[in-house]
């Protein structure tokens, strides 16, 4: 019955595999996204030992965690099936080993869910996704400057629009790519993805810096004020793989994760920012003042933080706005197209 309906029955309880629910007398128990797959896991494996690398990879996905987001996934289930540890009904601990899902099936499993894909497509997966959130805080961040930043032009608007959706889909590979490659050496620390977006910030960061600088000199023959750069492309992609790394192990939802991403974008953007960092609408002010006939008028998004000029306000506002978009935006392209695909 199991392989047709997708349906598994133990003690008071069904797990609608299609439905992605645990029931219990016809009522849904709550369960995260990552704790139904862990289950799913265990109960269509009656009996048979599951690893802690097994959990790794087919639940976690090849994504680095640490042990006690296993720990904290296998102890909210017990909580949901009223099992105990000690005196285990459903969920049995083999130590340093991993688990076993012993209670006795109402009916046959359903067949085993095809196994993933080896670690490089979590990993392509990573950057794509990564990539993907890019192009959204691009979009986001060029309408924002292209509306207020601009002299009102149709050529200011499309050229900001562009120009930042350039820039965000770059620096989004970047620390995409960091993080893939960091997940693909499987390291057992979901931080190490913290120091693979770091790193992949700052090679983008110093990359798209020195295009910019040499670029602009080489059709102006003016060298041109100091732009955003490693410094903000470290921050950048910190704030965003810390974020990911934090909903991923405490299994938030896409709106959560978001709010959560927001404000560690906002904070290491602002802490950046403070002790000196130069974040985009900062550089577009120095672009302004240094090339006074483009297209840039900055005032706009001045008056929205109720300032004449591009101060202190502004620029903290700015540099937290732009943390907050790009962070949010990266964590949650990651969990709609590379984890609800995976």
Request: some cysteine; aromatic content about 8%.
């Amino acid at each position: 019955m199991g392989e047709t309906t997708g349906l598994v029955r133990f003690g008071d309880f069904t797990l609608d595999l299609h439905g992605r629910r645990l029931l219990r007398g016809g009522e849904a128990v709550e369960l995260g996204s990552r704790y139904f797959d862990a289950l799913v896991l265990l109960a269509t494996h009656p009996g048979e030992l599951i690893s802690k690398t097994r959990f790794m990879d087919d639940v976690w996905r090849g994504i680095p965690v640490t042990d006690e987001a296993l720990t904290q996934a296998i102890r909210t289930l017990r909580r949901a099936l009223g099992d105990e540890a000690s005196a285990p009904r459903y969920i049995e601990t083999v130590p340093k080993h991993g688990y076993r899902f012993i209670a006795e099936l109402d009916d046959a499993p359903p067949a085993s869910p095809p196994p993933h894909a080896p670690s490089q497509s979590h990993a392509a997966r990573l950057a794509g996704a990564t990539t993907l959130g890019g192009l959204a805080a691009g979009i986001l961040g060029g309408f924002f400057y292209g509306i207020l930043g601009t002299d009102g032009s149709a050529g200011g608007f499309v050229t900001i629009l562009l120009l930042t959706i350039a820039l965000a889909v770059l620096g989004g590979a970047g620390i995409g790519a960091g993080m893939a490659l960091t997940a693909s050496w499987r390291i057992r620390s979901g931080w190490a993805l913290v120091a693979g977006g770091g790193a992949g910030g700052v090679v983008i960061g110093g990359l798209g810096s020195a295009l910019a600088v040499y670029g602009l000199q080489a059709l102006t023959g003016a060298t041109p004020p100091p732009v955003t750069g490693m410094f903000e492309g470290l921050a950048l992609g910190v704030a965003a793989s810390c974020a990911l790394v934090l909903a991923l192990q405490l299994d938030l939802d896409r709106f959560a994760a978001g709010l959560l991403a927001s404000a560690v974008g906002a904070l290491v953007a602002g802490l950046t920012a403070f002790w000196g960092g130069r974040f985009y609408g900062s550089t577009l002010v120095m672009l302004e003042e240094e090339f006074p006939l483009s297209r840039l008028d900055m005032a706009g998004v001045a008056s929205l933080f109720r300032e004449d000029g591009f101060y202190m306000i502004s620029q903290f506002g700015t540099a937290m706005l732009e943390g907050a978009v790009f962070a949010s935006a990266l964590v949650i392209a990651n969990l709609r197209w590379r984890v609800d695909r995976a």
